[in-house]
């Protein structure tokens, strides 16, 4: 007689309700956390517990307050932090500098294992080289897992993406020169970019048009990021569900696509985030025209809203960066013009 064993995954939060309640040592010593860059910072998490848990005194960030049950255990316990770079786009995301904090000011006895990727800019760890001196830091490059899946095409999409949105001109010359021989990403001014979506797609391949959600004055496009749609509909229909993404009407934002992806994708590019011939000038829709975002949290979080859309297609996209509109204050030319010249500058092929 064979005997079975079950493994009891359990979800984080309820991981979290119950820590609340009991003060014991869980019985987990291992806690796995995934888009580990999306814990929530203190001032989000506090607001949380109070409005939702009727918790009035917590005043922990999420990477403290789970450190915190794991460390009753009196002998070992560990966390497996799994992290994206510049995946952060929800109001209220921390960062994996976060947990870095919340280690040096309240658990400094732990040890703490991470790629030596760790340093590149978009996971900013946020801490002075004399405070990560204080932090039992051991750096493996085995951590690190290099090569994506997603793109699977090209491995080095990513990287791109990553250079495109640093302004880093040459290094993203050299790699999109990679990148073009086996992905293929065009760059035009003329919607007609859903016409070379539908010739890209073979069978059961999905194509879909997607853009942030700050992408206001794309409606004169029929690209209205502010209309609701279900992503079971968009993900899973086929081409003659009108409600499917390769129905190419729908437009998803970053925070449906985070985490997954499409096999075809044309990238609808606003002035939201728009190259000014120098650096990216981050801008808001407010009321009836565009106003700069000052906040840095916000800057970071559209920027990597273009991390994400740029980053969604499995084997090949097109940038629509529209031409504007000189007797529309709301979509003069020069908030594009800039924008599509640098990524011509790029090399970028036209479609």
């Known amino acids: 007689m064979v005997s079975q064993t079950k493994a009891f995954v359990q979800n984080i939060h309820h991981f979290r309700d119950a820590a609340l309640v009991d003060t014991e040592p869980p019985i987990e ?13 203190e001032k989000h ?26 460390d009753r255990h009196p002998d070992w316990a560990t966390i497996i932090c799994l992290v994206g770079g510049g995946q952060e786009i929800n109001t209220g995301e921390a960062g994996i500098q976060e947990w870095f904090a919340a280690i040096q000011k309240s658990y400094p006895h732990w040890d ?14 946020g801490l002075t080289p004399e405070a990560l001196a204080t932090l039992n830091i ?75 959600s ?37 437009v998803a934002t970053e925070f449906m696509v985070q985490g997954l992806e499409l096999d075809w994708s044309c990238v609808a590019w606003d002035g939201d985030l728009r190259y000014d011939g120098y650096d990216w000038t981050y801008m808001s829709f407010r009321g009836s025209k565009w106003q700069e975002v000052k906040d840095n949290d916000a800057r970071r979080y559209l920027k ?25 204050p709301t979509r003069d030319p020069s908030y594009y013009d800039h924008t599509f010249r640098f990524l011509q500058q790029l090399g970028l092929p036209s479609l």
């Not at 998490?45 to 915190?68: C, H, V, W, Y």
């Not at 495109?164 to 999109?176: F, S």
């Not at 496009?221 to 086929?238: G, H, M, T």
């Not at 990597?304 to 960066?321: C, H, K, P, S």
């Open 112 to 125: 703490i294992y991470l790629s030596s990727q760790l340093a590149d800019q978009e996971y900013v760890l």
């Open 304 to 328: 990597n809203a273009y991390r994400v859309l740029l980053t969604r297609a499995r084997q090949g996209m097109v940038i629509f960066v529209p031409e504007g509109d000189a007797i529309d």
């Open 29 to 41: 010593r291992v806690v796995v956390f995934d888009e580990a860059q999306r814990a929530w910072t």
């Open 214 to 250: 700050g992408a206001i004055r794309l409606k004169p496009f029929a690209i209205q990021v502010k209309s609701p749609i279900d992503p079971v509909n968009w993900f899973l229909n086929d081409k003659s569900d009108i409600r499917s993404s390769n129905f190419l009407e729908d």
């Open 45 to 70: 998490t506090t607001a949380f517990m109070k409005t939702k848990k009727g918790r009035a005194d917590f005043n922990q960030s999420e990477p403290e307050f789970l450190i915190g049950v794991l």
């Open 138 to 212: 051991q750096s493996h490059d085995d951590l690190h897992l290099a090569v994506s899946v997603r793109s699977f095409r090209s491995e080095k999409v990513a990287l791109f993406v990553k250079q495109l949105l640093d302004g880093n001109i040459l290094a993203a010359q050299t790699t999109l020169r990679t990148v073009l021989v086996d992905y293929p990403i065009y760059l035009t001014r003329d919607f007609l970019a859903k016409e070379w979506l539908g010739r890209q797609a073979r069978g059961n391949e999905r194509t879909g048009v997607t853009a942030s």
